[in-house]
C-alpha cells in the first residue's frame, strides 16, 4: 500500500441487531464498503440520512468497530484499536464544548491532558486561536460566543493536539444559511493550512462539492460513487448519484433511443441544454430532441423551462438570463423548441 493514503477501508460492514417489540432483525449500516482516503485530502462522506456516513465515521475514530472487514490509519489496522489509541480527532455537530471552561481553557484542554508546560501550552493556543479568527477571546465562556464562533473553538480544540486525521460530524448543520457558507470557505482554507486529512461527513450536496478534494456517494450503507466534485457532478455513474447531486434528466427507454440511437439510460444536467428555435442549426458531436415547452419559472439569476418532447418525455432546461427579462422568458410558454446538448454532456447509468 502506498505511504500516502491516510484511511483505507478493506471491505468494511457494520450490522447492528435491532430487538424490539414490534421487529427485530438486522440493520446494515455500512455494507462491504472499501476506499482509500489519502492523505492531506479533504474528503466528504455524502448521503441522505440513514446512508451509514455516520457509522462510518464512528468507525474510523474508534467509537464503534466492524463487524467485519478492516480499517487502515497510514498502513496500520487499528480496526481493534480504542479511539486514545488513534491519531484522530473528532469535531461534533454540537461542539461539545466544556461549559464550565473559557475559550482558552477548551482550546487547551488536549494539551493540559498531555502535561504540555505552560509557555508551550500558551503558544500554542494563541496560534490555533489566530488560525480560527478568534483572537481575543480566550477569556470568553462558550455561551457568550456566536455559534458560527463555538464552532471554530471546537474546531481549535480539536486541531491543537496536530491529529493525522480530523473528523467532522456534520459540524456546520446547526449554522444559517449564510453563516455555513461562510464557514465551508473557511473550514477548506483551515485544512489546506494545517495539512491535515479532513473527513467530512454532509448530507447537503453543495457544501460537499464546494469544499472536497473527492467525495463518496453512500446509499443504503454503500458506496454509489468516489470522484472529485466535477467527476460526481459533470458525470454521475449511477440514477442516484444524478438525482442526490444536482438536478438531473434522466431519459430511458423508447425517448433515449430517439435521440441518442440507444435505449440506454442516461442523465443530461439541464444548464448543459441549450434552448434554440424549430430551425437551427446543431453543432458537431450534439444530441437533439424537439418538443414544445409546457413551463416556465423565472428565476431572476436564471429561467428553468420544462420542455414536453414529441413523442413523450419531458426535460428541465435552464438558460442564465444573460439578455432576456422576465417579459421575453415567460413568452416562450407554449413555443415549439429544438434542444441541442453536446455528446460529451450525457452520463449513460449503470443502473
Ligand atoms: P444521518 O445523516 O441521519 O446522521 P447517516 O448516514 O449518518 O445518517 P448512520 O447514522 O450511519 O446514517 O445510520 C445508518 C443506519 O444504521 C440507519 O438505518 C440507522 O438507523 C442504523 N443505526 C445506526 N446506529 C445504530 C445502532 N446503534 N443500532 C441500530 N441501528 C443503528
Redesign the pocket.
Known sequence: MSASVAIEFKNVSRI?S?KQEDQSGD?K??ENVSLQIRDGEFFSLL??????????LRMIAGFDRPTSGQILLYGQDVSSLPPYERDVNTVFQDYALFPHMTVGENVAYGLMIKKVSKIECEKRVDDMMDLVQLTGFAGRKPSQLSGGQRQRVALARALINHPKVLLLD?PLGALDLKLRQQMQIELKFIQQRVGITFIF?T?DQEEALTMSDRIAV?NH?RIEQIGTPAEIYEHPITQFVAGFVGVSNLVSGEVAKRITGSDVKFSVRPEKIHLGMLGDKPEADTFIAEGKVRDVIYLGLYTRYLVELDGGGDLVVVEQNLKTTSMDVMQARGQLVRLFWKKEHISYMGD
Open positions: 447492528f435491532v440493520v449500516a455500512v448521503g441522505p440520512s440513514g446512508s451509514g456516513k455516520t457509522t462510518s456534520e461527513v448530507h453512500f450503507g
